[in-house]
């Protein structure tokens, strides 16, 4: 049965129906073309829509819009990394965790604003995010994390193995650190509600896939399957995805992630685990478990990532879901895999020195992507501002999206495939724990 497993997200498939665009046929031609139709795309069509009004703006998404990775994520809105992974060992150092998250905190509350203006009905909850640990031996890092955030003025509190199993329902986990500020929420109806908040001046367009971008005279041309967009200036943030349109292949790479959704538990169940709120748990070790109880009772569970150029295959998926069910019944033994309703995979964006893609590479050509994981927050507030960046504009925050940089080289294939996947080989090993 689980070999032909169908990768759909369970978010998108609870969202329900979505309204369906046209594809792409003929010749087109507008002021601004956007690629992508997930949180950076919509960001930046909407602010275009606000300051250049009267403009023709043309959104195009390879697949359904809003359904690609932005609706695939584990749905948390990220307010402040991990300040452990960071060097906060001088003051340029404090100075780029500083800058970071203004942006984080910036996106957060963009995505707020949007959800309040709209009333997008997407489970949103300001809770805290919980970094929790199994093992012992990473109880050092969640120390660090509290103390460093405590440092950095974060709302961050220390929890200890009974207060943590009362607030999880589960004795699985030793010690977490919840810090405040950023929100969980449900992204298949996030993007959904994105969608059709769209302003009337935003063209969409979807299951049209670009094949090339070419300059043509001062603007560009977009070459798909049926047709052809022409247009003066032209926003990609297709993310993980920007090495197929020969952009940014020496500087970033997609890390393809799987999940799964359970069943709503049941009323006795519950009760087994003591009814508590939904919350969020993120890993202190890279490639550990990012799980959740959802505010409609179920358990998500992400607890695999892997360097698979060619995606996930519907047999791999079907493993990964094995692997998905091994660690809910580590925390909840009265879950198996028969209690898992929907599995997908879904790619994120990363480059070697965690900073993004946010610039004009080419005359009115603009960029934007590589979110190294928080693409909800940071996707969408990055989206924003890059209108502004194309169309001339002065929101205060663009200086501070300009100074983020830019991701540094990797090395070429096949030596990076190789790195690559010994790396993430290794980080599973130390990992191991956590899953």
């Excluded at 900073?355 to 992507?369: D, Q």
């Amino acid at each position: 049965m689980t070999m032909g497993l169908e990768d759909r997200s369970g978010w998108i498939a609870l969202a329900g129906q979505a309204a369906a665009f046209p594809a792409v046929a003929g010749d087109v031609t507008a002021e601004y073309a956007i690629v992508g139709g997930g949180v950076t795309g919509l960001a930046a069509a909407r602010r275009l829509a606000e300051i250049a009004p009267g403009k023709r703006i043309v959104l195009i998404d390879g697949k359904r819009l809003g359904q690609g990775a932005s609706a695939r994520n584990s749905g948390f809105a990220v307010a402040h990394e991990s300040p452990v992974h960071a060097d906060l060992s001088s003051p340029e150092g404090r100075a780029r965790y500083a800058l970071t998250n203004r942006i984080d905190l910036a996106g957060v509350a963009e995505l707020h604003r949007l959800v309040a203006a709209h009333r997008i009905d997407c489970d949103w909850e300001d809770t805290g995010t919980i970094y929790a640990a199994h093992n012992v031996a990473n109880f050092d890092t969640l120390h660090r994390h509290w103390k460093s955030s405590k440092d950095l003025g974060i709302d961050a509190e220390l929890i200890e193995r009974d207060a943590l199993a009362r607030r999880l329902g589960t004795s699985h986990y030793g010690l977490g650190v919840e810090t405040r500020g950023g929100a969980l929420l449900q992204p298949g109806k996030l993007l959904r509600g994105l969608v059709e908040a769209l302003p009337p001046a935003v063209e969409a367009f979807e299951n049209s896939p670009v094949r090339r971008i070419a300059r043509a005279g001062a603007g560009w041309s977009l070459e798909l399957d049926l047709g052809t967009v022409r247009a003066a200036k032209v926003i990609v943030g297709v993310n993980a995805f920007l090495p197929r349109l020969r952009l940014k292949r020496m500087r970033v790479f997609p890390l393809a992630l799987t999940a799964s959704l359970t069943r709503a538990l049941s009323a006795e169940e519950e009760e087994r685990i003591g009814r508590p709120d939904s919350w969020g748990i993120l890993s202190p070790r890279p490639l550990g478990a990012t799980v959740r109880l959802t505010r409609s009772r179920r358990i998500l569970i992400r607890n695999t990532a892997e360097y698979a150029r060619g995606g996930i295959t519907p047999a791999m998926l079907a493993a990964r879901r094995r692997v998905h069910a091994e660690g809910l019944a580590r925390r909840f033994p009265f879950l198996g895999e028969a209690d898992i309703e929907h599995s997908w995979s879904g790619a994120v964006c990363i480059s070697r020195n965690e900073r993004p893609v946010f610039e004009e590479t080419a005359p009115s050509l603009f960029l934007c992507g590589c979110y190294n994981a928080s693409g909800l927050s940071r996707g969408t507030i990055l989206g924003r501002l890059i209108a502004d960046l194309a169309e001339g504009g002065a929101d205060p925050l663009l200086a501070d999206a300009i100074a983020l940089g830019g991701p540094s080289l990797i090395p070429p294939r096949p030596v990076f495939d190789i790195g690559a996947k010994l790396r993430l080989a290794w980080e599973r090993r130390r990992g191991a724990t956590e899953i």
